[in-house]
């Protein structure tokens, strides 16, 4: 039985090509694509007050390698222009008077037009804007206090956060998407190709042969299962080599605790993917269905969107979901380093999902024979 | 080619959309379903995020900072641990997202006027969440030392002015005014779930006929390649304009997208869209002649690149040169520009120019493409 798949696998070049190519395409998009960080924003800067003050605080600006200045505006009503083509992301606007009040111990005011269309960017370009600020701010007070106040005050309390980013210390997004990515290939490929090995004997009428032959049906599930198996293994090591040779991402776990989850994720996709198969008669209804039950397990998985601020209702179905599991220990064993002591519960998760869907679809199997 | 002609093909084409209710409905419930997914799932602004506490001081300064950062709507589950290993495990574990670590001496060197520091781990897996965090904390802890320097200097009686602020960032966001990245991710899904279901089911209609050979009757009709082509598309634009006004209908009605343009302008971006990801669909399926492989590569050529590279999620400006480059063929890209215009910034036609022509471009080439090898297909 398994021989028969394999031969069969192998007989179907286009397939094979199929298999191969979208996964590191995929990987390769993703990996270079998918970033939430901000760098070059588009910037267009108008300094009406043309002083040296004004000038050291757009040169950090541009330093920060955050912004990149794609215009001078002569005016307000041209900067105000430039934002609203989208010429701009940001226009920064000093007015007049700007170092006048910093020297005379009055607020001067920086003023910066977001183009929040993409509130995800303007978010995390206002911090480096506030940051870039509070450095600048910080110096003129110390400066200030130096000169203005009596002796008891030049102590002044102040707070500071020091900042210790864990596990991605630079912050780099491929860190965080392209483990993702391993774990997303992998669902959407083993689901596919089990639910259309068995759909496609059903439809080639070949399914009735192989029963009336003395093969049983959980050794007919497991010859059909066992090549998905492997090839999501084989799979999931290629990938995870991709990913950590050219795109450099770290690789702190075990890899006996990564190949443990993903055992126990395949088992849960590929009795997917059988679930799926019991339930339709042709091999386009299976597409269909199983890119209608893939998409919303993708976009709860937490892959791009973050689980902890969905809604709680959506976020109770994400305990359905076996890749919501698996891409935590993906990114845990690749980025944390963490092994079973910490991960025992997502592995007992997959393993009951697995379980249930195997089981349900074996039950439908035997159903849908008679 | 005639309207008569061309429409009876249509008619054909929507009794056999018709027949097949499964299609239907999934081209129905698309929507609704990614509508109500990303609508409450897509949040990147990362509310609720999970914090941990280590508060080595105990003193009344630190408690009245704890208080401020459970009072912030972007923190939940605040929880304060005894021990640092505690944090770390937390951390771990994924329970903490953050964890803020109050020094020993907190209330003591405030008092005595010194500079202290709060130590925040953040757990930088999500990169983007980690930043959010670090940004809401450090406007908490920025409030809290300014009422910190404010009372110090009231209680030495001095006038309180030479101590101003000496620098304020006035930030005005235009267009989604409190960065809410629903506004931001939904009208995406507009043009997402026409893509779909435009590519799933166009793909289907012309390699169907090839595969029961009713393809050869069609053509040894008098209707000519673009009557065929046309009527069998006009079901499906029907279809994809329908999805449209539903998921418009959700965004705006459900999810109080502003939408601050023109339907006009609306309308005449979305049919162009449509056409071309129809027309695409139909290229691939006149070249690839069966259904199955013409649906999985239309899926893949339509769906993969519009997730990635259209600025759907992920900003186009912040890619490498060469991804960028590629994503001026993503006819995605040009639309997103535009419904992103026209809800959030009501931008007149007129600015819109550049994007529109590009859509327009788009659908007579891939047009001309996809007859052309209709005719010789024929052939």
């Known amino acids: 039985m398994l021989l028969k798949e394999l031969l069969q696998l192998r007989r179907d070049r286009y397939v094979r090509i199929?298999?191969?190519?979208?996964?590191?395409?995929?990987?390769?998009?993703?990996?270079?694509?998918?970033?939430?960080?901000?760098?070059?924003?588009?910037?267009?800067?108008?300094?009406?007050?043309?002083?040296?003050?004004?000038?050291?605080?757009?040169?950090?600006?541009?330093?920060?390698?955050?912004?990149?200045?794609?215009?001078?505006?002569?005016?307000?009503?041209?900067?105000?222009?430039?934002?609203d083509r989208g010429r701009a992301s940001i226009g920064v606007q000093i007015h007049p008077g700007f170092a006048a009040a910093l020297r005379s111990g009055r607020t001067a005011t920086v003023q910066v037009l977001l183009d929040s269309t993409n509130s995800n960017t303007a978010l995390i370009a206002l911090r480096y804007i506030g940051t870039i600020g509070r450095t600048l701010a910080g110096d003129v007070a110390r400066d200030r206090l130096g000169r203005l106040a009596p002796a008891e005050l030049r102590?002044?309390?102040a707070i500071v956060l020091a900042e210790r980013p864990w596990y991605n210390p630079v912050f780099d997004?491929?860190?965080?998407?392209?483990?993702?990515?391993?774990?997303?290939?992998?669902?959407?490929?083993?689901?596919?190709?089990?639910?259309?090995?068995?759909?496609r004997e059903r439809e080639t009428g070949t399914l009735e042969q192989i029963m009336v032959s003395p093969i049983r049906p959980a050794e007919f599930i497991l010859g059909k299962t066992l090549p998905s198996f492997a090839l999501g293994l084989a799979l999931a090591a290629l990938i995870t080599l991709v990913g950590t040779l050219w795109f450099q991402i770290p690789f702190r776990g075990s890899v006996l605790v990564l190949g443990l989850g993903t055992t126990l994720f395949l088992s849960s996709t590929l009795g997917l993917g059988l679930l799926i198969s019991t339930i339709c008669r042709t091999q386009q209804q299976a597409f269909a269905s199983s890119f209608f039950v893939l998409t919303p397990a993708f976009i709860l998985s937490g892959f791009t969107f973050p689980i902890a601020s969905?809604?709680?209702?959506?976020?109770?179905?994400?305990?359905?979901?076996?890749?919501?599991?698996?891409?935590?220990?993906?990114?845990?064993?690749?980025?944390?380093?963490?092994?079973?002591?910490?991960?025992?519960?997502?592995?007992?998760?997959?393993?009951?999902?697995?379980?249930?869907?195997?089981?349900?679809?074996i039950v439908r199997f035997r159903k849908s024979l008679e | 080619?005639?309207?008569?002609?061309?429409?009876?093909?249509?008619?054909?084409?929507?009794?056999?959309?018709?027949?097949?209710?499964?299609?239907?409905?999934?081209?129905?419930?698309?929507?609704?379903?990614?509508?109500?997914?990303?609508?409450?799932?897509?949040?990147?602004?990362?509310?609720?995020?999970?914090?941990?506490?280590?508060?080595?001081?105990?003193?009344?300064?630190?408690?009245?900072?704890?208080?401020?950062?459970?009072?912030?709507?972007?923190f939940a589950l605040v929880r304060t641990v005894e021990r640092y290993d505690a944090l770390v495990a937390a951390l771990d574990a994924g329970r903490a997202r953050l964890g803020l670590v109050v020094p020993p001496d907190f209330s003591r060197r405030l008092r005595s006027g010194e500079r202290v520091a709060v130590q925040a781990l953040v757990d930088g897996t999500d990169d983007n969440s980690a930043h959010l965090a670090i940004g809401y904390a450090e406007a908490i802890l920025d409030r809290f030392a300014a009422e910190v320097q404010g009372d110090w200097i009231r209680r030495r009686g001095l006038s309180e002015r030479a101590f101003v602020a000496p620098l304020s960032i006035e930030a005005r966001t235009w267009y989604n005014e409190d960065l809410d990245s629903r506004h931001f991710i939904i009208p995406g899904v507009v043009a997402l779930a026409m893509a779909l279901v435009g590519a799933l089911l166009a793909s289907l209609a012309v390699a169907r006929?090839?595969?029961?050979?009713?393809?050869?009757?069609?053509?040894?009709?008098?209707?000519?390649?673009?009557?065929?082509?046309?009527?069998?598309?006009?079901?499906y634009f029907a279809i994809g304009m329908a999805d449209a006004a539903i998921c418009v209908a959700i965004a705006v009605g459900w999810f109080a997208v502003p939408f601050r343009g023109t339907l006009l302008a609306l309308a005449?971006?979305?049919?162009?869209?449509?056409?071309?990801?129809?027309?695409?669909?139909?290229?691939?399926?006149?070249?690839?002649?069966?259904?199955?492989?013409?649906?999985?590569?239309?899926?893949?050529?339509?769906?993969?690149?519009?997730?990635?590279?259209?600025?759907?999620?992920?900003?186009?400006?912040?890619?490498?040169?060469?991804?960028?480059?590629?994503?001026?063929?993503?006819?995605?890209?040009?639309?997103?520009?535009?419904?992103?215009?026209?809800?959030?910034?009501?931008s007149p036609l007129g600015d819109l120019l550049a994007p529109m022509s590009a859509l327009a471009l788009y659908a007579l080439a891939v047009g001309v493409l996809a007859t052309r090898r209709f005719r010789k297909s024929l052939d």
């Open chain 1, 173 to 199: 997004s491929r860190w965080f998407f392209v483990p993702g990515v391993i774990g997303s290939l992998m669902f959407v490929l083993t689901v596919n190709m089990t639910a259309f090995a068995v759909v």
């Open chain 2, 268 to 346: 005449a971006a979305t049919a162009l869209f449509l056409l071309v990801t129809l027309l695409v669909a139909l290229f691939i399926s006149v070249t690839i002649r069966n259904q199955l492989g013409a649906s999985q590569i239309a899926i893949l050529a339509t769906l993969l690149p519009f997730n990635m590279l259209s600025g759907f999620a992920f900003p186009i400006d912040q890619m490498p040169a060469p991804v960028r480059a590629i994503t001026y063929v993503v006819w995605g890209r040009y639309y997103l520009t535009v419904v992103k215009a026209i809800l959030l910034k009501g």
């Open chain 1, 310 to 361: 969905m809604p709680l209702p959506l976020q109770w179905l994400t305990r359905l979901d076996p890749l919501r599991y698996y891409l935590e220990v993906l990114r845990s064993t690749f980025l944390k380093g963490v092994g079973l002591e910490v991960l025992w519960p997502q592995m007992l998760a997959m393993a009951a999902l697995g379980g249930l869907l195997t089981a349900a679809s």
């Open chain 2, 1 to 74: 080619m005639t309207v008569r002609r061309t429409l009876a093909i249509a008619r054909k084409e929507l009794i056999q959309v018709r027949r097949d209710p499964r299609s239907l409905l999934i081209a129905m419930l698309m929507p609704v379903l990614l509508m109500g997914l990303l609508g409450y799932g897509a949040r990147l602004d990362a509310r609720q995020l999970p914090v941990w506490i280590f508060d080595r001081d105990g003193s009344q300064e630190s408690q009245a900072l704890l208080h401020q950062v459970r009072a912030s709507p972007y």
């Open chain 1, 18 to 83: 199929r298999l191969l190519v979208p996964p590191l395409v995929q990987l390769f998009m993703f990996g270079y694509a998918a970033t939430f960080e901000v760098h070059r924003v588009p910037t267009a800067l108008l300094d009406r007050d043309a002083s040296q003050a004004s000038r050291d605080l757009l040169a950090s600006l541009t330093a920060s390698g955050r912004f990149e200045v794609t215009a001078i505006a002569a005016n307000e009503a041209e900067l105000i222009r430039l934002v």
């Open chain 1, 155 to 157: 102590a002044i309390p």
């Open chain 2, 209 to 235: 006929e090839w595969e029961r050979g009713t393809m050869e009757q069609l053509v040894s009709t008098p209707v000519t390649a673009a009557e065929i082509l046309v009527g069998k598309l006009l079901p």
